[in-house]
């Protein structure tokens, strides 16, 4: 099939940066892209790469675009190359963006993201009057003995039966990591997401990655709390990687880093791998994409990582609000079009 295609390249403000242990994010670039067939159907997709993680730039994905031109096929797009992960997500979305699909769930539970710092504690108690029993925390942020000072506070606060999940965004070492775990043990923390990490790049990536590998699974097995990994899983190949090295933690999928969705998580559904789905900070009309792919999960349902927004400065951007549960009818009621109507 033949198709037109266009592409719009964005950077859009943050309300307020968002405080990793990468440090502050600012703002969100990234690419949507439009593909129009000889029939007149249009369908949207969204390139929303964190290089920092591994995936390709924005500059790359612009670059793609530029050389694929105006006219294209389907041997074309299936052509881009692997490496262009994001690219060939958001050229696949809008290739199949008209397909009805029947949810396997019809709601799905969502977390409530908490900011780092003392700030958690005038946050817990308003998201917990708002219904929400998941709470997701960012740590590896501040100094660790303060941190973990406040890891009682944040316990006390919850609402009962409340589970949090601690994501240190890949900022500790092995003993810092291992202290954190020995807290851990007896408190209500469902899962501590990716903490360590080896940045992509530099010359001693193979012999690193190796040995970050062996102490992620090391520290999965010495200690009872579970980990989940998320920067480690930059694309399709990691996920294989680490489905291939046994890993029996929690995988946290942002479908927009996949550059082929179906494939991807039916690997991880045959392997009755732990998933939970997390934004990628994207607009509305890549979270379409990524929480239709939440939504036709056949495993067990975990609380969804993309209680973000409000996120964006503009909030024509922002996804559809996430109280405590997301409804398939909020995901399937957003308007790409007005995306990228939005842009102009």
Aim: proline residues 7%; neutral net charge.
């Amino acid at each position: 099939m033949s198709y037109r295609l266009h592409y719009r390249r964005y950077r859009l403000p943050f309300r307020s940066p968002v405080r990793t242990a990468h440090g502050p994010w600012a703002e969100r670039e990234g690419v949507l892209v439009r593909l129009v067939n000889a029939a007149g159907q249009t369908g949207y997709g969204e390139a929303a790469p964190i290089p920092w993680f591994g995936s390709e730039t924005v500059d790359e994905i612009e670059a793609a675009c530029r050389e694929l031109g105006e006219a294209v096929d389907d041997r074309r797009l299936d052509a881009v190359p692997e490496r262009l992960g994001c690219l060939k997500n958001a050229l696949g979305v809008a290739r199949e963006e008209a397909v009805k699909r029947t949810p396997a769930q019809t709601h799905l539970g969502v977390a409530a993201l908490l900011p780092a710092g003392r700030a958690v504690l005038t946050q817990i108690g308003p998201k917990a009057e708002a219904g929400f029993r998941v709470f997701k925390w960012k740590v590896g942020v501040g100094d660790l003995a303060d941190e973990l000072a406040l890891l009682d506070d944040v316990c006390a606060a919850l609402p009962g039966g409340a589970k949090l999940r601690l994501d240190a965004n890949g900022a500790w070492n092995r003993r810092q990591a291992e202290r954190w775990l020995e807290r851990c043990a007896d408190r209500p923390v469902e899962f501590v997401e990716q903490p360590c990490f080896v940045p992509p790049g530099g010359t001693s990536q193979g012999p690193a990655l190796r040995r970050n590998d062996d102490l992620l699974l090391g520290l999965a097995a010495d200690f009872p709390t579970p980990l989940a990994l998320d920067e480690s899983l930059t694309g399709d190949a990691e996920v294989e990687r680490w489905l291939g090295l046994g890993w029996r933690g929690v995988f946290v999928v942002k479908p927009a880093l996949l550059g082929d969705v179906k494939r991807t998580l039916g690997r991880l559904a045959k392997a009755k791998a732990v998933v939970v789905f997390s934004s990628a900070l994207e607009t509305r009309l890549g979270a379409k994409a990524a929480l239709r792919a939440a939504f036709a999960w056949p495993g067990e349902s975990r609380a969804l990582g993309f209680g973000v927004w409000p996120l964006f400065a503009d909030g024509r951007f922002d996804g559809p609000y996430t109280g405590p549960f997301l409804h398939w009818e909020d995901v399937e009621r957003i308007n790409p079009e007005a995306v990228w109507n939005a842009l102009s």
